[in-house]
């Protein structure tokens, strides 16, 4: 199994940036998504989760700023990120529960994902 994220970088607040994921290994459709974060010095953060009926759930800290999506066809999750603040600043990581329904949804419930990526690095100035 493999997770690859792309898209991170540099942006002054108020900026924009689309992170994707790809999923490999696994199968993806059938599988429950999720974005977190870390900043330095702060815990692991969820920050957005998508289930295989395309519901999505955010944390209060984005919701309304960010969007997360799913294609299924080229197995890639995505995050749009709009109106980026300093406090977004952080590593994100794409998560995968690889599931065939019988669970509940993980939503952003970190120690309940089974497959991890890299990170890619988010970075907003003011």
């Known amino acids: 199994v493999q997770l690859v994220e792309s898209g991170g970088g540099s942006v002054q607040s108020g900026g924009s940036l689309r992170l994707s994921c790809v999923g490999s290994?696994?199968?993806?459709?059938?599988?429950?998504m999720a974005w977190f974060r870390q900043a330095p010095g702060k815990e692991r953060e969820g920050v957005a989760g998508?289930?295989?009926?395309?519901?999505?759930i955010y944390s209060s800290s984005v919701k309304d700023r960010f969007t997360i999506s799913r294609h299924n066809a080229e197995n890639t999750l995505y995050l749009e990120m709009n109106n980026l603040e300093p406090d977004d600043t952080a590593m994100y990581y794409c998560a995968a529960r690889p599931d065939s329904g019988r669970l509940p949804w993980p939503k952003l419930s970190s120690y309940k994902y089974n497959y991890w990526g890299q990170g890619t690095q988010v970075t907003v100035s003011s």
């Open positions: 998508i289930d295989f009926d395309n519901r999505s």
């Open positions: 290994g696994y199968t993806f459709s059938n599988s429950y």
